[in-house]
């Protein structure tokens, strides 16, 4: 039987230059001065583009304030190019319908307390205006317990059904953390589908996984390969990511079919072999996104690098197998030997 790798020693991570190095070089991004947390991608011109969270610390521990939604691009996931923020806060999400790309987050940068979700458009990605229908939508409060800021938040915009669908991460009015989810046609007026997700107990406690025990399932991502579809949602308490799958993007999820998804944010905790296996769960990493490009399938989330001190992007390979998908702890085929960072 092979034998499956074992982890590294928790010191190699700072003191091994070797390995932060190349750890540093291949689809790593972190921009100066700032934090990065939920992000999304879109292809346009040759180059990927990644809108992101961009935030500051303000404070001891959790004192922290978003900066405008983050903007930058690269076209080998080596070397990246920072363009000017939007003028707009929260976790982002993006689309593009016809000439003109769509973007969603929490509230305009000049409305801080504003609940719904507000949306900017732009011919080019660069130049943004706000719509002039705001906010696009406001949770229902016969769904939700709470609508505001605070809980419907971190959308995922994608096509669906001929339109479009989108997730948020919300509560019941039962206080059950929940994935929400509407519909349209126009990317402007949406339509309630109500939670296509719960949590089996109120926030704070223990669902029936062991572990689990956020109050609301953050940065919900969905997506569709070979007929399977897999959500994946974060722990907002343990900062840990799920991957539930089903064959129905609207209902049958359950925990009886989920898994830990994780990568290898600190470098040491990869184990080497394909495995869905709780015990290998990484540590402080969230937001993972799923996406294909010229390179094949890659998978995106935000962690906490202990040796720049701040939530910053990893980008990894990944393999599906058997329906699922693991993440790989190397870069195969990769394009050239260039070093990464900011240009």
Same mark, same amino acid.
């Given at each position: *039987?092979?034998?499956?790798?074992?982890p590294?020693?928790?010191?190699?991570?700072?003191?091994?230059?070797?390995?932060?190095?190349?750890?540093?070089?291949?689809?790593?991004? $972190?921009?100066?001065g700032?934090?990065?947390?939920?992000?999304?991608?879109?292809?346009?011109?040759g180059?990927?583009h990644?809108?992101?969270? /961009?935030?500051?610390?303000?404070? $001891?521990?959790?004192?922290?304030?978003?900066r405008?939604?983050?903007?930058?691009?690269?076209?080998?996931?080596?070397?990246?190019?920072?363009?000017?923020?939007?003028? *707009?806060?929260?976790?982002?999400?993006?689309?593009?319908?016809?000439?003109l790309?769509?973007?969603?987050?929490?509230?305009? $940068?000049?409305?801080?307390?504003?609940?719904?979700? @507000?949306?900017?458009?732009?011919?080019?990605?660069?130049?943004?205006?706000?719509?002039?229908?705001?906010?696009?939508y406001?949770?229902?409060?016969?769904?939700?317990?709470?609508?505001?800021?605070?809980? @419907?938040?971190?959308?995922?915009?994608?096509?669906?059904?001929?339109?479009?669908?989108?997730?948020?991460?919300?509560?019941?009015?039962?206080?059950?953390? @929940?994935?929400?989810? &509407? /519909?349209?046609?126009?990317?402007?007026?949406?339509?309630?589908? +109500? !939670? &296509?997700?719960?949590?089996d107990k109120?926030?704070?406690?223990?669902?029936q996984?062991?572990?689990?025990?956020?109050?609301?399932?953050?940065?919900?991502?969905?997506?569709?390969?070979d +007929?399977?579809?897999?959500?994946?949602?974060?722990?907002?308490?343990?900062?840990?990511?799920?991957?539930?799958?089903?064959?129905?993007?609207?209902?049958?999820?359950?925990?009886?079919?989920?898994?830990?998804?994780?990568?290898?944010?600190?470098?040491?905790?990869?184990?080497?072999?394909? /495995? *869905?296996? !709780?015990?290998?769960?990484?540590?402080?990493?969230?937001?993972?996104?799923?996406?294909?490009?010229?390179?094949?399938?890659?998978?995106?989330?935000?962690?906490?690098?202990?040796?720049?001190?701040?939530?910053?992007?990893?980008?990894?390979?990944?393999?599906?197998?058997?329906?699922?998908?693991? &993440?790989?702890?190397?870069?195969?085929?990769?394009?050239?030997?260039? !070093?990464? +960072?900011? &240009?």
């Amino acid at each position: *039987m092979k034998q499956a790798l074992r982890p590294f020693p928790k010191q190699n991570w700072k003191f091994n230059r070797a390995i932060r190095a190349e750890f540093r070089r291949r689809g790593f991004f $972190a921009e100066p001065g700032h934090y990065l947390k939920d992000h999304t991608w879109i292809e346009h011109e040759g180059r990927w583009h990644v809108f992101f969270i /961009r935030g500051v610390e303000v404070g $001891a521990f959790t004192g922290t304030r978003d900066r405008w939604v983050g903007h930058a691009s690269t076209v080998d996931f080596i070397q990246w190019k920072i363009h000017t923020p939007v003028p *707009m806060n929260g976790a982002p999400s993006i689309i593009r319908c016809g000439r003109l790309f769509y973007l969603y987050a929490n509230q305009k $940068a000049d409305d801080p307390n504003a609940p719904g979700i @507000c949306l900017a458009t732009s011919p080019d990605l660069e130049r943004w205006t706000a719509h002039e229908k705001y906010p696009v939508y406001f949770p229902n409060p016969k769904l939700y317990g709470r609508p505001g800021i605070q809980h @419907c938040r971190d959308y995922h915009v994608m096509p669906f059904e001929g339109g479009y669908l989108m997730l948020f991460a919300e509560i019941t009015k039962d206080a059950l953390g @929940c994935v929400g989810a &509407i /519909r349209s046609k126009n990317l402007l007026d949406w339509e309630d589908l +109500g !939670p &296509i997700f719960k949590l089996d107990k109120p926030g704070w406690g223990h669902a029936q996984w062991e572990r689990v025990g956020y109050g609301i399932p953050e940065s919900p991502f969905l997506l569709e390969k070979d +007929g399977r579809w897999h959500l994946l949602i974060t722990d907002n308490l343990h900062t840990r990511t799920y991957r539930l799958w089903s064959d129905h993007p609207l209902k049958g999820w359950s925990w009886k079919r989920s898994a830990f998804f994780h990568g290898a944010p600190t470098g040491w905790d990869w184990a080497g072999e394909p /495995r *869905m296996d !709780p015990s290998a769960a990484a540590g402080v990493s969230a937001a993972y996104e799923l996406f294909e490009t010229q390179f094949g399938w890659l998978v995106s989330y935000y962690f906490y690098d202990p040796v720049e001190k701040k939530s910053v992007l990893r980008v990894e390979p990944v393999a599906w197998r058997d329906g699922h998908p693991f &993440i790989q702890p190397r870069w195969k085929h990769w394009p050239n030997k260039k !070093p990464g +960072g900011v &240009i």
